[in-house]
């Protein structure tokens, strides 16, 4: 069983900052990418940052020079550091990690944490 806890969300006045984490724990043999996603009501899940195993990140493109993702691969835990934010930030954030249960598994999986609000809001 893998689990995926978020932390870090909150009420934050527009050009404040805040910094999610999200550490996945459980049976793990190995993770791929992880990323964070945000979805607001009646609409689509959308990414907003994705880092792989050796580093490599990439942004969507309203986000980028104002949010860094980063992970530590000793703690299994994905952070997302969002500066600057705006009200159109506000919505629910979810991390995502494509993990590998076991070293007899082939297949990657994906899991998703439980999500956390970001409200930007004067």
């Known amino acids: 069983q893998v689990q995926l806890v978020e932390s870090g969300g909150g009420l934050v006045q527009p050009g404040g900052s805040l910094r999610l984490s999200c550490a996945a724990s459980?049976?793990?043999?190995?993770?791929?990418?992880m990323g964070w996603y945000r979805q607001a009501p009646g609409k689509q899940r959308e990414l907003v940052a994705i880092?792989?195993?050796?580093?490599?990140?990439n942004y969507r493109d309203s986000v980028k020079g104002r949010f860094t993702i980063s992970r530590d691969n000793a703690k299994n835990t994905v952070y997302l550091q969002m500066n600057s934010l705006k009200p159109e930030d506000t919505t629910v954030y979810y991390c995502?990690?494509?993990?590998?249960?076991?070293?007899?598994?082939?297949?990657?999986?994906?899991?998703w944490g439980q999500g956390t609000q970001v409200t930007v809001s004067s």
């Open positions: 995502n990690a494509k993990i590998i249960p076991s070293w007899t598994e082939k297949n990657v999986y994906d899991y």
């Open positions: 459980g049976s793990i043999f190995g993770i791929n990418a």
């Open positions: 880092i792989s195993s050796g580093g490599s990140t």
